[in-house]
Structure formats: structure tokens, C-alpha cells
């Protein structure tokens, strides 16, 4: 744990959409500016790089459109065909001709 005597103020001059950014995406991470600042620092000592991305997952096209093809599924389940077991599906995928 550090004490107070080895703690320093760090100023930066940085673009304001981009603080305003940055501190929406670090609070979605559960962090604040200064722990974020302070993991990346310490990161880039460590490995004498600047080595890591700390992100948040974005859908792919392909995945928005499952989810949405799937929401409508759910929506209009009278039309699709239903099974209430496993063999009624591989019955009616037999009989698909």
C-alpha cells in the first residue's frame, strides 16, 4: 500500500471528447481516470512497452443480426415450427424432402 508521502498530482493536457470518452468507457470497466492512468503506467514499467488493451467487446454485424433475427422470432412464434423433444426435430428434418 502506498502512503501519502509517495503519492505525486500528474497533469495532462488532453482533448476534451476525448476525457469525456475516456471516462464513460473507464466507469463501463469500473474504474476511474486515475486508477486507469495508473494501470496503464505501471503496465508500461513492467514491460517496458506499451503492451495491453483494456476494452469492451463490440457485436459483430453478424451477431446484431442473429439477435435481431431472433427477437422477431420470438415475437411472430406462430410462424415457425416448434419441437417439444429432440427426436420431433430430427423426424421432421428426415422427412424435410
Do not use: W
Not at 497533469?11 to 469525456?20: A, E, F, G, P, Y
Not at 443480426?65 to 420470438?74: H, Q
Amino acid at each position: 500500500m502506498k502512503n501519502a508521502s509517495n503519492i505525486t498530482n500528474l497533469n495532462i493536457r488532453i482533448d476534451s471528447t476525448l476525457k469525456q470518452e475516456s471516462d464513460v468507457l473507464f466507469k463501463s470497466l469500473g474504474l476511474n481516470m486515475s486508477t486507469a492512468i495508473n494501470m496503464f503506467l505501471t503496465k508500461c514499467v513492467n514491460t517496458s512497452s506499451i503492451p495491453f488493451e483494456v476494452s469492451i467487446p463490440k457485436s459483430s454485424k453478424s451477431l446484431k443480426k442473429a439477435l435481431k433475427e431472433s427477437d422477431y422470432i420470438a415475437k411472430h412464434p406462430e410462424k415457425y415450427k416448434g419441437y417439444h423433444t429432440i427426436d420431433e426435430l430430427f423426424e421432421a428434418l428426415d422427412n424435410e424432402d
